[in-house]
T-cell receptor, first 115, second 116 residues
C-alpha cells in the first residue's frame, strides 16, 4: 500500500538553528499538508499546499516557517530559526484533494526537539 | 465553538469488550468527511475509518465501525472485541469541503486503555 514517508524520524537542534523536515507524499496525490502536535496536545494544522503554492495556512505558520516542493516528489517544511516552543511532532500528510473521500494519509512523523 | 468535541479524555475497558468513543462535530458545510485516527505511544497517526457526509450507510473496517448520526452531528467510533493492542490515543477529525479548505480539524483525543 502506498505511504507517506518522512525524514528524519527524530531531530535534535539548538535554538536558533534552521531545520528542514522532509516528506515524500503518495505519488498521485495533489494536496500536501503539514501538521504539528506538541507533546500531549491535539494535532494542529499548519499549512496546505496545492499546485505549487500555499492554499491555506494557520496562524501558527508565521514567517519562520516555509514549505517547498523542490522536485516532483519531495515536500519540505523549513523552520528558519527554531524556538523552544517549536519542539513537537511534525506530520506530513497528502490527499487527492477531493474533500468527500477518505483519501488523506499521514506519515509517521518527525519529532523535533529544540534545546 | 469547537468544531470537533471529544468529551472522554480517558477510558478504561476490559479486554474483549466493545468500546464506544464519542465524537461530535459542528459544521454548516453540507459536504464533509469524518475521520478516526489511532495514535499509539510510538507517535504515528494510523488511519482507522472514514465517513462521508453523504454516505448512506455507517462505515465499517474490520473491528471498527462508525456510528454516524447526522442529525445529532455525532460520529462515534465503535471498536468491537477490544484487544490489548487497541490501547492508544484516538482522534476524531473533520474535513470540510471547499477549495483551499481541505484541512483536517482534530479533536483533543481520547486515551483508551485496555485492561487484561
Amino acid at each position: 500500500e502506498p505511504e507517506v514517508t518522512q525524514t528524519p524520524s527524530h531531530q535534535v537542534t539548538q535554538m536558533g538553528q534552521e531545520v528542514i523536515l522532509r516528506c515524500v507524499p503518495i505519488s498521485n496525490h495533489l494536496y500536501f499538508y503539514w501538521y504539528r502536535q506538541i507533546l500531549g496536545q491535539k494535532v494542529e494544522f499548519l499549512v496546505s499546499f496545492y499546485n505549487n503554492e500555499i492554499s491555506e495556512k494557520s496562524e501558527i505558520f508565521d514567517d519562520q516557517f516555509s514549505v517547498e516542493r523542490p522536485d516532483g516528489s519531495n515536500f519540505t517544511l523549513k523552520i528558519r530559526s527554531t524556538k523552544l516552543e517549536d519542539s513537537a511532532m511534525y506530520f506530513c500528510a497528502s490527499s487527492t484533494g477531493r474533500a468527500n473521500t477518505g483519501e488523506l494519509f499521514f506519515g509517521e512523523g518527525s519529532r523535533l526537539t529544540v534545546l | 465553538a469547537q468544531k470537533i468535541t471529544q468529551t472522554q479524555p480517558g477510558m478504561f475497558v476490559q479486554e474483549k469488550e466493545a468500546v464506544t468513543l464519542d465524537c461530535t462535530y459542528d459544521t454548516s458545510d453540507p459536504s464533509y468527511g469524518l475521520f478516526w485516527y489511532k495514535q499509539p505511544s510510538s507517535g504515528e497517526m494510523i488511519f482507522l475509518i472514514y465517513q462521508g457526509s453523504y454516505d448512506q450507510q455507517n462505515a465499517t473496517e474490520g473491528r471498527y465501525s462508525l456510528n454516524f448520526q447526522k442529525a445529532r452531528k455525532s460520529a462515534n467510533l465503535v471498536i468491537s472485541a477490544s484487544q490489548l493492542g487497541d490501547s492508544a490515543m484516538y482522534f476524531c477529525a473533520m474535513r470540510e469541503s471547499g477549495f483551499g479548505n481541505e484541512k483536517l480539524t482534530f479533536g483533543t483525543g481520547t486515551r483508551l486503555t485496555i485492561i487484561p
